[in-house]
């Protein structure tokens, strides 16, 4: 679509253009195959001489379409959809890296981001070191070594709700030649484009406020299409030479800017298949129809509920981007002007058994694993979550014992505070 549009209108109008006859709404093609007429045109597909859809492992149709939305939105050149944010994430990382690599990864990001990338990935021969997101850019340099490949942080991290640095965290990542790979999961490309301010790759979990209504697990990866592969070969060989399992094509000279999630695409979603499935894709389609208005009513709801729970005596601390005491609240302005999330981390002052025993009180909150979407829904995340990590290891991730974290959804604002009133009560 052209540039000129505004977001709103490329969250409806992107990604599937009907021709003449077709359906007006995205059709969902629930087809593992696609027929063709010559064997000679099926084996240039296979060859990526060719571009088209011959089976929906690699790529699908519906899927298509709404990847190219969620790029449209990000700025990008070329995306793809995986079956959750943890394959986005997995696939995102390991497209670049190998044994023997080296990952420098925020400390604050979702526990399992950082199960997966700090033991999951170990077991494959990637190191990973750890990082503060407020620490500055001297101590940033100091966790890089030769065989670093790229840098991991989510723009507003789960359920610490720090507001990264991007610019920072960009320029650091620069410096050593490697890209910045962002989760913008909770700002969404409504409220945050990365690309703006550096970052090179984006991922979102977008079974979150992309889908909006807890119907469908996904996971989407977008290309901003800005970092130069090519002038790093002995960096990234995966993507700068020859790779023998497709006859031999260097990705970055066949591809260009699409180079990344060709390879990603047409060899890791090959040989591992984490594919989103068609009907989610178009479930996924129909709440990024409406998520610039549902992010707005999220935003303005939490920012009430925050400033509800900061007034109450029974609350010991509360933490969100949008109150003015909050110690990201500039980075937030400049970052994400249109607003944040709309998820809040608070504290009660009878710690966490005074959580424990509030939650269960809650009648419109439900507690669920979830978060992000229409419903109010609140979780633990020391006891659910993160529980996999030690004391010393929450602290890191800014997720203290007694944090409760509390997902603002859609319902009207007074029956929210209400709820949350005679819980405390």
């Known amino acids: 679509m052209s540039k000129q549009y505004e ?14 006859g077709e359906p007006r709404v995205l059709p969902i093609y629930q087809s593992t195959t696609f027929k063709y007429d010559s064997s000679e045109q099926m084996g240039r597909l296979f060859d990526l001489e060719e571009s088209g859809f011959f089976y929906s492992r690699l790529q699908n149709p519906t899927n298509e379409y709404v990847a190219s939305k969620i790029c ?11 079956s959750s944010g943890q394959a986005a994430t997995y696939y995102a990382v390991f497209n670049i ?6 990952v420098v990864l925020s400390s604050t990001v979702y526990g399992g981001t950082f199960n997966l990338l700090t033991c999951t990935m170990k077991k494959m021969g990637i190191t990973c070191t750890v ?54 999961t909770f700002a969404t490309p409504i409220n945050c484009n990365p690309f703006t301010w550096g970052a090179d ?52 000279e066949k591809f260009g800017k699409a180079a990344y999630i060709t390879k990603a695409t047409s060899q890791l979603m090959r040989d ?25 009513r999220h935003c303005f709801n939490a920012q009430k509920t925050a400033e509800f729970l900061e007034a109450h005596e029974k609350v010991a601390w509360v933490n969100y981007p949008g109150l003015p005491g909050n110690r990201y609240y500039e980075l937030a302005k400049q970052y994400m002007p249109k607003g944040t999330c709309g ?34 829904c609140v979780l633990h995340p020391a006891s659910h979550t993160h529980r996999q ?20 959804g859609l319902e009207h604002i007074n029956d929210i505070i209400a709820d949350l009133e005679q819980a405390l009560a």
Not at 97 to 102: K, P
């Open 201 to 252: 790759i984006v991922t979102h979990s977008t079974s979150k406020y992309m889908d909006g209504h807890a119907m469908a697990v996904g996971g989407c990866i977008v290309d901003s299409g800005n970092f130069d592969w090519s002038e790093y070969p002995e960096k990234f060989p995966g993507l700068c030479t020859p790779d023998e399992s497709y006859h031999g094509i260097t990705y970055t």
């Open 131 to 184: 990082v503060d997101p407020d620490a500055d850019e001297e101590t940033l340099h100091e966790a890089f070594t030769d065989n670093t490949k790229c840098v991991f942080a989510e723009a507003i991290a789960n359920p610490a709700l720090v507001v990264l640095d991007i610019g920072k965290f960009a320029r650091v990542a620069h410096a050593h030649h490697v890209p910045l790979i962002i989760d913008n």
């Open 97 to 102: 890296c190998e044994a023997g690599d080296h």
């Open 272 to 296: 591992l298949g984490s594919i989103q499935s068609p009907q989610n894709a178009f479930l996924l389609n129909i709440g990024l129809e409406t998520l610039p208005l549902r992010m707005e």
């Open 7 to 20: 977001k709103e209108t490329i969250c409806i109008q992107a990604g599937w253009k009907p021709k003449n």
């Open 343 to 376: 998820v809040i981390s608070f504290g009660l002052k009878g710690g966490r058994q005074a959580a424990a025993e509030m939650m269960d009180k809650l009648k419109l909150a439900a507690i669920v694993t979830h978060v992000a979407d229409a419903r109010t």
């Open 389 to 408: 990590m030690n004391d010393e290891q929450l602290e890191k991730a800014g997720v203290a014992p007694d944090l409760i974290r509390l997902s603002v």
């Open 72 to 82: 449209e939105l990000e700025g990008g050149v070329a995306a793809m959809l995986t």
